[in-house]
């Protein structure tokens, strides 16, 4: 095969496009994993952190682990996004 591979075989052509259930399918999928990608990586991350995550955010209100906490999260959502496209 071309240095393609599997990518040649899923480009759609003309005319042979997955039906809509089959893109909603998809979709929803790759979102739900995504999802629950993110949720398990900040757990891991509350767990290796020296410092309780949500005591700092809701007793102490402390806005710099506000700011980390969001970095870490986009961080992730960028990294699961582009794993999911690359496989997808």
Same mark, same amino acid.
């Given at each position: 095969m071309a240095s393609g591979g599997l990518a040649c075989l899923l480009v759609a052509t003309p005319g042979t496009a997955p039906p809509l259930w089959r893109a909603v399918l998809d979709v929803s999928l790759f979102g739900v994993v995504g999802m629950v990608l993110l949720v398990f990586g900040y757990y891991i991350w509350e767990? $290796?952190?020296?410092?309780?995550?949500?005591? %700092? @955010?809701? %007793? +102490?209100? +402390? @806005?710099?682990?506000? $700011?980390?906490?969001? *970095?870490?999260? !986009?961080?992730? *959502?960028?990294? $699961? *996004?582009?794993? $999911? !496209?690359?496989?997808?």
């Open positions: 767990l $290796i952190t020296p410092y309780n995550n949500r005591q %700092e @955010l809701q %007793e +102490n209100k +402390n @806005l710099a682990v506000a $700011i980390v906490v969001a *970095a870490f999260v !986009l961080g992730m *959502a960028i990294v $699961i *996004a582009a794993a $999911i !496209l690359r496989v997808g």
